[in-house]
């Protein structure tokens, strides 16, 4: 029996959460103006501790400029693949916290973190005009089993 | 092309993933000569055309991950297997797909009747072979009937024992698939199975036999004469005669257990030398195959023919504390159950009852000290002894229930795998009876408004005498359960507090759910012809039985506890040296000893940095509805009696001894699983929303949590 079907008494939440934030590349971010609600996909990396969630783009997007005017957003991680059997296999994770650029003290871990998972994206970070910005996640919602829900809050 | 059938003749070891291990056995005794009734295969690829075409390759693994399967207890894997096998009846053979297996079955039809065999790839290699896990049908005799059985037998992929021994099996929804065998049915005079080996004694070999098919030896109902062979020479050891008094024989459809008559009765099933070339049979085949084998077998006129073989295998020990061989000894036969009854309802049930009177009537306070200690230990012994029975007799009567509840889908049909537990529910219980006490107390007090008041402050005596020897009557009676826990002031107060919740409510009455069960009950029976009908009204009659004792067990069981925690209660303060119960007299639970066996109980690991809060928990739908309150959750006794109407009840195990809170509660939310479990019953009989399996739930849902009780789903929200 596949391992999602089955995950046994040890495997934990925050497990299950580290591993799906390892393995997926895309992150939904939520973000909103004047009432207005706005979803980009955007490449993510997440910090060791599972507390904070990077993300870059330029400074003249919308979503930059809808984290300017109200940092509360949200990001929404999942396994699917589009099949069937996303409805009992996929895992999902909604974030909830708040966003700013990474500070000067922090950049260079998270620049580290976030160009392991996306090499490729180099040349995109470091040009001026990209911004590299952080979740403070404060809280995890998370979806097993098709209908499974339980929330994760960093202490 | 898909190769969707194929005649036995034409298998051979390369197909053995497209016609499964029973098939590919019956193929190599027809080369090595055997006679083997006629039949062809439908092949691994009829199911898997199947379970897609019809949505059931998501639908499956859906409701099994509902739930980790390691936190399910039997009867919870039980009830999945059950919505499993609902799906594939509510499932047509989609047009195509029918017509194929018409093209190939039809002439096999028309001959006369056909089994329809299970042959799973994985079942029956020398490696691993588990007997029970899946269905077979014998006697099938109309077409719709047979893709009807062909679509059992696929379910059965996933029966309950199958589940449980998923590991071992390798059992995948992604690689895992069932092929089917269809043969004539050959209705011999003798019937029975042989082991080439005997499983308990190397040097031998054995030969079982019973008059007719050999059906009702395969699942226990029918005894057998059984031969012993010295295995290297063949010589006869032992030759035992059971009292013969059943035969399997084939119904209009279907087997039926039939009463032999005198002259069959009284004569062995086969001859010494019958027995001896049975036994010959299971020698050659186990020198062509390599490993012994247990082959089954039956006498046609003058011919032996092989029906099937495969290796034996002993059940192994598993590890300790693994009990799933007993969980599946529960699954017992219509004809087991009916014995089991008449036991239970004529000779346990009174003698404990007898039990109880005699300790209640002892007047404990005149006891010397030494009689006391003395009373203590025997009642140990009685507690010891008839906690024994509960699980010997009282826990596998209740499957008395499922079994009707396969029964009663396989022909009605509903949409609702679960819509059978309606027409039990008019059985009468204790609880129930109780409740109706209750009611009849709240019902003065609603029309009285001093009363109201008197009953407030628990002064029920001077305001109303009547009341108050009915509260007398109903404390009596309920010695047994949580109230038994209080002391007498206490618990009268306790009831005064329920009546006045009941009072301000409307009747309880009116509160059950109307049902038209007699018409239910005449539909179910309409399904039915002749001597079917009569049987259906037998299942029925025995499903009501291991229905209300399903329920009232608990309450028998309670008194005896009752009466041990009274004599240890007054040994207590003498400062004597009181022994303690072999198992836990837990009034809440008095059928405790669950925990002696491991329980899967929800283990997170650490969540380093983090703290984890539900959400949405998922269990299984018990009784359908919305409903929202807060939560009260049960730790002890006392909590119970704190229950304000409209709140949720959150327990570990809801016990009959708790059913007088259901009528106030707006939901209900309980660890324990299953759809059989005393709180789906009675949530269903008031109508409440119930959701039960929640893994953990006493822990996860504090007392006073807001949460949502979806009875429909099996989903509990909590609030944050």
Known sequence: MAKTHDPGLGEGLRDALAELLASQHLAVLATHRDGQPYCSLVGFAASPDLKGLAFATTRSTRKFENCLADPRVAMMIDSSRNEDSDFHEAIAATAVGEVAEVEKTARSRYLRWYLAKHPHLTDFVMAPSCALLRVRVRKYVIVRRFQEVSELEPR | ?720
């Not at chain 2, 017509?99 to 290699?125: N, Y």
């Not at chain 2, 009642?379 to 009707?404: C, E, M, Q």
């Not at chain 2, 009285?448 to 008197?454: C, E, K, Q, S, T």
């Open chain 2, 1 to 720: 092309m898909k190769r969707l059938a194929i005649g036995l003749e034409a298998v051979d070891p390369e197909l053995r993933m497209l016609v499964g291990g029973k098939a590919l056995a019956l193929a190599k005794l027809i080369r090595l000569g055997h006679l083997v009734p006629r039949g062809l295969c439908v092949t691994t690829e009829a199911y898997e055309s199947y379970v897609r075409q019809t949505g059931l390759h998501e639908q499956i693994p859906m409701e099994l991950g509902r739930k980790s399967l390691h936190e399910m207890r039997w009867e919870e894997i039980w009830d999945v297997s059950l919505r499993i096998r609902n799906a594939f009846l509510q499932r047509p053979v989609p047009d195509r797909l029918r017509r194929m297996l018409t093209l190939a079955i039809g002439p096999m039809l028309s001959r006369g009747a056909i089994a329809v065999r299970s042959s799973a790839p994985e079942e029956d290699s020398s490696a691993r072979s588990f007997a029970g896990l899946h269905e077979s049908y014998v006697n099938v005799t109309s077409l719709a009937d047979a893709l009807d059985r062909i679509r059992l037998v696929w379910s059965s992929l996933w029966s309950d024992a199958a589940l449980m021994y998923r590991k071992e099996l390798n059992l995948s929804v992604e690689t895992s698939s069932m092929a089917v065998l269809i043969q004539e049915v050959v209705a011999g005079r003798s019937s029975g199975v042989a082991f080439s080996q005997d499983p308990g004694d190397a040097s031998r070999s054995v030969v079982e036999a019973v008059h007719g098919l050999n059906q009702g030896l395969v699942d226990g109902s029918v005894q057998p004469d059984r031969w012993t062979f010295e295995r290297r020479s063949g010589q006869i050891l032992s030759h035992a005669q059971p009292k013969r008094e059943v035969f399997a024989a084939p119904g209009r459809s279907g087997v039926r257990i039939k009463r032999l008559p005198p002259r069959k009765a009284n004569r062995r099933p086969l001859s010494d030398v019958e027995a001896h070339r049975v036994f010959r049979l299971a020698r050659d085949v186990e020198d062509a195959f390599g490993v012994p084998q247990d082959v089954e077998w039956t006498w046609k006129g003058r011919r032996l023919v092989a029906l099937q073989a495969r290796p034996i295998t002993t059940p192994s020990e598993g590890r300790p504390g693994d009990r799933r061989a007993w969980d599946l000894s529960l699954r017992r036969s219509f004809e087991n159950l009916c014995g089991l009854r008449r036991r239970i309802e004529q000779e346990l049930l009174p003698a404990m009852e007898a039990d109880a009177r005699r300790m209640a009537n002892v007047d404990l306070q005149s006891l010397s000290d030494d009689e006391l200690l003395a009373e203590v230990e025997e009642r140990i012994a009685l507690h010891t002894k008839w906690l024994d029975v509960y699980w010997t007799d009282f826990i596998p009567f209740a499957h008395g229930a499922r079994l009707f509840g396969q029964f009663y889908n396989d022909a009605v049909r509903p949409s609702d795998p679960h819509e059978f537990t309606a027409l039990l529910a008019s059985v009468e219980t204790i609880s129930a009876k109780r409740n109706d006490a209750l009611e009849q107390m709240a019902w003065r007090v609603r029309e009285d408004g001093r009363l109201y008041g008197a009953v407030c402050r628990a002064e029920t005596e001077d305001r109303d005498p009547e009341l108050d020897e009915m509260l007398d009557a109903y404390l009596a009676d309920f010695a047994e359960g949580p109230l038994g826990a209080l002391d007498p002031v206490e618990a009268r107060a306790a009831v005064c507090r329920i009546l006045q919740n009941l009072a301000s409510c409307p009747s309880l009455k009116s509160l059950r759910r109307p049902r038209d069960r007699e018409a239910m009950e005449k539909q179910f029976l309409s399904a039915f012809q002749g001597a079917d009908r009569a049987f259906a009204a037998e299942m029925l009659d025995l499903a009501k039985a291991s229905y209300r004792l399903r329920d009232d067990d608990n309450v028998y069981l309670g008194r005896i506890v009752h009466e041990l925690n009274r004599a240890r209660s007054e040994a207590r303060p003498r400062g004597l040296p009181v022994p303690k119960p072999r198992y836990s007299a837990d009034v809440l639970r008095p059928t405790a000893r669950e925990a002696a066996h491991p329980s899967h109980q929800a283990a997170e690991s650490p969540q380093a940095g983090f703290s984890v809060n539900p959400r949405q928990l998922i269990g299984q739908p018990a009784s359908s509805g919305l409903a929202d309150g807060r939560a009260r959750t049960i730790r002890k006794a006392a909590d119970l009696f704190q229950f304000e109407s409209g709140e949720v009840l959150v327990c570990d195990a809801v016990d009959p001894g708790m059913a007088f809170v259901l009528p106030i509660a707006a939901g209900v939310v309980e660890r324990r699983g299953g759809m059989l479990v005393h709180g789906a019953i009675i949530a269903r009989e008031y109508g409440v929303p119930c959701v039960t399996g929640v893994t953990d739930a006493v822990n996860r849902i504090p007392s006073g949590t807001r949460v949502t009780v979806d009875g429909y789903l099996g989903i509990v929200t909590v609030s944050s």
